[in-house]
T-cell receptor, first 113, second 115 residues
Framework: AQSVTQPDIHITVSEGASLELRCNYS??????LFWYVQSPGQGLQLLLK??????LVQGIKGFEAEFKRSQSSFNLRKPSVHWSDAAEYFC???????????FGAGTQVVVTP | DAMVIQNPRYQVTQFGKPVTLSCSQT?????MYWYQQKSSQAPKLLFH???????NEADTPDNFQSRRPNTSFCFLDIRSPGLGDAAMYLC??????????????FGAGTRLSVL
């Protein structure tokens, strides 16, 4: 069975500092991988996705993620966070042809001045 | 802009009183999903429609039903809400072909409170 693990429940980062959110997945084949962001009281917004090809993918809002097959990881990074990046971040893996997603438990990011 | 719209954004109902949440989309996607998300948890898939075909998750309670009268609209019916059903309900859509295949687009959600 496929699964997604986000080891960090909560991360606090200073504005302007770099951010890295970890995601590990378990799946037999190459999965579809996603990062979504959720601001308080809002739905989920897609940051970026990996289906195949270049393992470093660029997303919106200055985020990027790197797929590492050997480590079964898909970590999200941003070089310099802004206060508006405070939100909950979900990693997800999709495997079925119609797009069913398995979400990780999420990482809450707090940005301090 | 094409989007997924959920109404209402906030819904208050009484214990045991049926409630319906609605979702509409202008993306013309053939797959629609309903998720339940409780505080500080990941979204949990309740069911999805693949075109007109309804697919229930094995652990979705019978209390939750859904209707999809056409491509654009999908409804979530909670027949007898309990206190444990208070949550954010998220609607999402995707399509099974094209460049954005398998990407889910989410609405802003409906926050359900049960009194």
């Amino acid at each position: 069975a496929q699964s997604v693990t986000q080891p960090d429940i909560h991360i606090t980062v200073s504005e302007g500092a770099s951010l890295e959110l970890r995601c590990n997945y378990s799946y037999g084949a190459t999965p579809y991988l996603f990062w979504y962001v959720q601001s308080p009281g809002q739905g989920l917004q897609l940051l970026l996705k990996y289906f195949s090809g270049d393992t470093l993918v660029q997303g919106i809002k200055g985020f990027e993620a790197e797929f590492k097959r050997s480590q079964s990881s898909f970590n999200l990074r941003k070089p310099s966070v802004h206060w508006s990046d405070a939100a909950e971040y979900f990693c997800a893996v999709g495997a079925d042809s119609w797009g069913k997603l398995q979400f990780g438990a999420g990482t809450q990011v707090v940005v301090t001045p | 802009d094409a989007m997924v719209i959920q109404n209402p954004r906030y819904q208050v109902t009484q214990f045991g009183k049926p409630v319906t949440l609605s979702c509409s989309q202008t993306l013309n996607h053939n797959v629609m999903y309903w998720y339940q998300q409780k505080s500080s948890q990941a979204p949990k898939l309740l069911f999805h429609y693949y075109d007109k075909d309804f697919n229930n998750e094995a652990d979705t309670p019978d209390n939750f039903q859904s209707r999809r009268p056409n491509t654009s609209f999908c409804f979530l019916d909670i027949r007898s809400p309990g206190l444990g059903d208070a949550a954010m309900y998220l609607c999402a859509t995707s399509r099974d072909q094209g460049g954005d295949k398998n990407i889910q687009y989410f609405g802003a959600g409906t926050r359900l409170s049960v009194l």
